[in-house]
């Protein structure tokens, strides 16, 4: 690994074009930044779309960082409204979910930061996911 390394995320509204490994929209950017101790990925969704489950992690804290559009989050058993300018800290433990909001005017659009006091595992490897758990808006 060098001292730098650039990526290209591209304009935001290419965003919902990327396809990973966990669908498009969806861009796990440490792993072309090769990131050892957080993770980043950059996330699109239609209004209306939602993350398919609930997850939380035991290690890791996330920042959820809002850029466009409106939307929710499921926090444990809150719901939480977000929208551009919107900056969410979940702590390990914490279980989250979120969705865009049927009425977005736009795509919403995010960034999620996660670091942890140690190498970070790679995604998912750390969390616990319930596909089981009715979403908050179902």
Known sequence: MTAYKVVELGDLSTWQDFEG?????????EFELETKYMGMSSNAADPGKSAPWWHFHSLEEELYIFLAGKGQMGLNDDVVDVEAGSVVRVSPGTWSTWRALPDSPEQLRFIVMRAGGAELPRVGHDATIDKERPLPWA
């Not at 490994?21 to 950017?29: D, E, Q, S, V």
């Open 21 to 29: 490994p966990l669908g498009k929209g969806k861009r796990f950017a």
